[in-house]
């Protein structure tokens, strides 16, 4: 991956927000932090760069190289918007399609969506629109800490977040469904930021895809 | 559609199978016991009771329970005892004989040789005989009532990140035996909740795809559905009189407070915020506690059933939920410097003290007496329970063989 293809998806990434940020009030918080002293981090390093929240509240940056394995915070090379323009059922099933990146991952007790998931989530609002008979749930998911009641109210404003945006983006809302699962079922079982991190999430399903 | 039909047969089939007990005994680890307790000595009881007596007594942190190694010479049951032979090592002497499938069990005072005698009754549930005994010593010699002879609620879960997770919700004595599962679902089963007669529980399963609050009787497991409206229906807790479900539900947007009427279905909301409000807990049978994030964090308040303003309870820490109460004890999550521990208060007043000591612990249940709180911990990664006294000084692990056991819910004094 070269820097300057993660500069100039960041910049797309990054205006997209801002014309988003005006139809949506649940990016107000983009931050997507507990600490005020927590920046967002974008960082052109190579390989891939995840921000974190460590377990005592301290910010701290990890990189898919240190994470150990091929689990993108950020979307990764199919973050192109060049491998947009096929907003097709097909490109559904294209692994070089962004369609096909259904994850959506959070900071700790936040529901707010991370800038550089604006793309991926337009994307699919965008395949919505175009096919206004196909229907997606949108499934929330929340890690282990705190109590499990809370983390299911934590998990459905997580996918309440993504509908919201999508909605602003044609789909007609009932076409988007939401489930908030909270800590129940976790894609890792670790106890530690390297998994709490993977269990964070947003999963999309398409009803028949 | 083919996926979605298979899908419903499963289900079907799940229920069916559900209604067949699987048993799963947990496997019982005392961590430690009161070693500055009331001294009590049991005497040997033919059949075994003062060996689930004392696991009871120990239970409670009030008790020492005096090694048998320690006196030897205790007259069989029937025959005179000189008590206060023994009041430099025991404050108080138990023994006992089975009678007529029930126990006869006498309980003498050290000090002034004092005898109480208590029958207790035969039960199809040998082990509740000896509960009850143990309810009858306790409560005399603190004067507080026995909640020994109770019974837990919770969930366990195996395989759980893979595609074959099994959740089920089993229901057990309070000391973890004779457990049996009223439930088993391949999608989540969460939030156990009994009703004051201890004979229904309600709880949230997802088995429809979606979230739904349930009610279902526990000797019949007969069911209904009480509330299955979009978006969450979530964390039931019913109200002392039985007749009302308070739950959190965002029908209307944000997650609030509810309260649903377990006879007719009737709605009334209780919380208006634009913030998450969930796990109600009634701390009488007007008012409610809840954990909203409404201040920027998770904490604390209480609200009239009937709505209004809202007394904010926790300041301490950045994260405080999950209140259980009883007794007018408050026992909830305290989340502090990335560790998640239980805490325990006065229902009106501020001063907390922790009662747990993992790095994840949640879900605290108080017992109806409010002396021990079993609450979730992990123990070698996988999800277990505990019961620790309220005075911090006993705690017993609860694991299970397989998978996670979580979600405890402490039933209120047996009816049945």
């Given at each position: 991956m070269k820097t300057t293809t993660i500069r100039s998806a960041l910049t797309i990434m990054l205006s997209t927000l801002l014309l988003t940020a005006c139809s949506s009030q649940n990016i107000k918080d983009t931050a997507g932090s507990d600490n005020d002293s927590n920046k967002p981090i974008i960082s052109s390093n190579s390989g891939t760069t995840n921000g974190t929240l460590g377990s005592d509240g301290t910010s701290k940056v990890i990189t898919s190289e240190q994470d150990g394995t091929n689990f993108n915070y950020l979307p990764g090379a199919n973050n192109d918007p060049n491998n947009t323009q096929d907003i097709s059922l097909a490109g559904l099933s294209d692994s070089s399609n962004l369609l096909s990146?259904?994850?959506?991952?959070?900071?700790?007790?936040?529901?707010?969506?991370?800038?550089?998931?604006?793309?991926?989530i337009n994307t699919h609002a965008k395949l919505l629109a175009k096919y206004p008979n196909l229907k997606m749930r949108l499934e929330g998911h929340a890690d282990e800490r705190g109590s499990r009641e809370y983390n299911v109210a934590l998990s459905e404003a997580r996918s309440q977040s993504v509908?919201?945006?999508?909605?602003?983006?044609?789909?007609?809302?009932?076409?988007?469904?939401?489930?908030?699962?909270?800590?129940?079922?976790?894609?890792?079982?670790?106890h530690n930021t390297k998994s709490w991190q993977k269990n964070r999430r947003v999963e999309i399903k398409y009803d028949d895809y | 559609m083919t996926n979605t039909l298979?899908?419903?047969?499963?289900?079907?089939?799940?229920?069916?199978?559900?209604?067949?007990?699987?048993?799963?005994?947990?496997?019982?680890?005392?961590?430690?016991t009161s070693d500055d307790g009331i001294p009590i000595y049991l005497a040997n009881i033919a059949g075994g009771a003062n060996g689930i007596i004392e696991g009871d007594l120990k239970r409670?942190?009030?008790?020492?329970?005096?090694?048998?190694?320690?006196?030897?010479?205790?007259?069989?049951?029937?025959?005179?005892?000189n008590a206060g032979a023994y009041s430099n090592i025991a404050d108080y002497i138990v023994r006992g004989k089975p009678l007529?499938?029930?126990?006869?069990?006498?309980?003498?005072?050290?000090?002034?040789?004092?005898?109480?005698?208590?029958?207790?009754?035969?039960?199809?549930?040998?082990?509740?005989?000896?509960?009850?005994?143990?309810?009858?010593?306790?409560?005399?010699?603190?004067?507080e009532r026995g909640a020994f002879d109770t019974r837990l609620a919770y969930v366990t879960v195996t395989n759980k990140t893979s595609d074959n997770r099994m959740f089920r919700l089993y229901v057990s004595d309070a000391d973890g035996h004779r457990p049996k599962a009223i439930l088993s679902s391949r999608l989540p089963v969460m939030s156990p909740a009994w009703s004051p007669d201890a004979k229904q529980l309600a709880y949230v399963s997802f088995e429809e795809n979606t979230s739904a609050i349930y009610v279902?009787?526990?000797?019949?497991?007969?069911?209904?559905?009480?509330?299955?409206?979009?978006?969450?229906?979530?964390?039931?807790?019913?109200?002392?009189?039985?007749?009302?479900?308070?739950?959190?539900?965002?029908?209307?947007?944000?997650?609030?407070?509810?309260i649903a009427n377990v006879n007719n279905g009737q709605l009334t909301r209780v919380t208006t915020s634009s913030a998450i409000d969930t796990e109600p807990s009634w701390s009488g049978t007007n008012s409610l506690v809840f954990t909203s994030n409404r201040g920027g964090s998770p904490q604390l308040y209480r609200i009239a059933a009937s709505g209004g303003t809202v007394q904010r309870l926790t300041f301490d820490g950045k994260y405080n939920s999950a209140a259980d109460i009883a007794n007018k004890k408050l026992a909830y999550?305290?989340?502090?410097?990335?560790?998640?521990?239980?805490?325990?208060?006065?229902l009106n007043s501020s001063g907390a003290d922790t009662l747990s000591n993992g790095q994840l612990d949640e879900s605290p249940t108080l017992?109806?007496?409010?002396?021990?709180?079993?609450?979730?911990?992990l123990k070698n990664g996988d999800n277990t329970l505990a019961v620790v006294s309220d005075n911090a000084k006993a705690r017993q692990f609860l694991t299970s063989p397989v998978g996670d056991v979580r979600e405890p819910a402490w039933s209120p004094y047996l009816t049945q």
């Open positions: 990146q259904r994850v959506i991952y959070f900071d700790y007790d936040k529901a707010a969506i991370r800038p550089e998931y604006m793309v991926l509908k919201n945006i999508m909605v602003a983006q044609g789909p007609s809302d009932n076409q988007i469904r939401t489930i908030g699962f909270g800590e129940e079922i976790p894609i890792v079982r670790g | 298979i899908y419903k047969f499963s289900l079907t089939f799940l229920l069916f199978i559900s209604s067949v007990s699987a048993m799963a005994e947990l496997e019982l680890r005392i961590s430690k409670s942190g009030r008790f020492t329970v005096i090694d048998r190694s320690k006196i030897t010479n205790i007259p069989a049951y029937g025959s005179t005892l007529n499938g029930g126990l006869e069990v006498e309980l003498t005072s050290t000090s002034d040789n004092a005898k109480t005698i208590y029958n207790i009754s035969s039960n199809s549930n040998n082990r509740r005989v000896a509960h009850q005994a143990a309810d009858k010593i306790y409560e005399k010699i603190t004067r279902q009787n526990i000797f019949t497991g007969q069911k209904r559905k009480i509330s299955a409206r979009d978006g969450i229906n979530g964390a039931p807790a019913w109200s002392p009189d039985g007749n009302r479900l308070a739950m959190s539900l965002s029908v209307n947007g944000s997650p609030d407070i509810y999550v305290r989340g502090n410097r990335g560790a998640f521990n239980i805490a325990i208060r006065s017992s109806p007496n409010g002396a021990m709180v079993a609450y979730t911990t």
